[in-house]
């Protein structure tokens, strides 16, 4: 099971703007996840290798609700999908998750998935493969008011994938606050 568990900020990075987790699989430690808010981009080290998830392109700036007003009163086109990919140090994609604001559909290697959320008072989602009714397994937190994320997968699912849900849920987390207070 991959945890992840709130970053101790020290004196020098209290105030930087992103969000920080320690990765744990178990009680071994095995990397981290820095996700950075206004460029809304996340690095992932895991195992001594970097990895990166980021969108496309920048979202747009201003207030969603708004713009689809704009959108919906001239009969323009809904905007392009801006998917969320992974990728390794080299620029290699390994994977990408759609970019709405829950990503529901995944790719990662060959295999698609569909993360949806258990209900709509819960906090954590599941992981469907595609074209399956029962879940691979749920990933974020624990409780409702846990500051920490845990994917529980069984063993062959990679933890790269797993890192990079944390990732995501981090990302619709500041989406969804960024949404609400526009």
Excluded: C, W
């Amino acid at each position: 099971m991959l945890i992840g568990r709130p970053y101790k900020r020290t004196l020098a990075d209290q105030f930087k703007h992103d969000a920080r987790l320690d990765l744990f699989d178990g009680e071994e430690a095995v990397g981290g996840l820095v996700y950075a808010v206004r460029a809304e981009t996340a690095s992932i080290e895991l195992k001594g290798e970097t990895y990166t998830a980021a969108r496309a392109r920048p979202r747009m700036e201003g207030k969603a609700a708004y713009q689809a007003l704009i959108r919906l009163a001239r009969g323009a086109e809904k905007p392009p999908p801006n998917p969320i990919r992974l990728a390794n140090a080299a620029g290699v994609a390994l994977g990408s998750a759609d970019g709405k604001r829950s990503p529901s559909d995944i790719a990662f290697g060959e295999a698609s998935y569909a993360l949806r959320r258990r209900s709509m008072f819960s906090r954590r989602y599941d992981l469907h493969p595609v074209g399956a009714a029962a879940p691979l397994g749920s990933v974020g937190p624990p409780r409702m008011l846990s500051t920490s994320l845990t994917a529980d997968f069984p063993p062959d699912v990679p933890m790269l994938l797993q890192a990079f849900l944390f990732a995501l849920m981090l990302d619709m987390t500041f989406a969804a606050l960024e949404n609400s207070s526009s």
